[in-house]
């Protein structure tokens, strides 16, 4: 994570930055390294102290916090504790997102012995096929060259209704029906 610590009016001390990379490192364990970068600007106006704390993080997320305090302790604290409070709700739609994305890959198959037998398989309707003339030969050529791993088709020579697939070790099958 890079930071950039900036101080108006103040001289940034070895223990005011130590200070701050103490709150800062408690944010990135919450956020589980996905900070990218951190602005702090300190301003010191009389008798208060000014922290400005962002976060750059991730996805395009900036997390913001402005405080002021008595004392840099207490407004360095506030403001990381802000910033926090918004990470957290952030890493909570992160969870969300991702709960939500389960793709249906991701889930086992439900168990087939499941299933009452009185139930009857869902038929799902697929493309309408217009049925075109062909000679066997020529509906292994258009098997061969296209995707689907199957064709219907009316044989040209008998002028019944056939179906061409591709069986699993690669041959061509051919169901036609009896005369």
Do not use: C
């Not at 739609?93 to 299933?115: F, G, H, I, N």
């Amino acid at each position: 994570m890079r930071l950039e610590l900036t101080g108006r009016n103040v001289e940034i001390t070895p223990a005011l930055r130590a200070l701050v990379d103490r709150k800062l490192a408690k944010l990135t364990r919450v956020l589980n390294d996905a900070v990218v970068s951190a602005q702090v600007v300190l301003t010191q106006e009389k008798y208060r102290r000014i922290t400005d704390l962002s976060l750059h993080m991730r996805g395009d997320h900036v997390l913001a916090g402005k405080t002021t305090g008595e004392n840099w302790t207490d407004s360095i604290g506030r403001a990381a504790d802000k910033v926090a409070q918004q990470a957290t709700r952030v890493k909570g739609k992160w969870a969300e997102r991702k709960r939500r994305a389960t793709s249906a890959r991701a889930l086992p198959p439900p168990p087939a012995d499941t299933q009452p037998d009185d139930v009857a398989p869902r038929i799902v309707r697929a493309l309408r096929y217009h049925v075109k003339p062909l000679a066997i030969d020529d509906a292994a050529m258009k098997v061969e060259a296209g995707s689907d791993g199957f064709l219907v088709f009316r044989n040209a020579d008998t002028g019944a209704i056939n179906v061409l697939y591709r069986r699993k070790n690669g041959d061509l099958g051919l169901i036609e029906p009896e005369r």
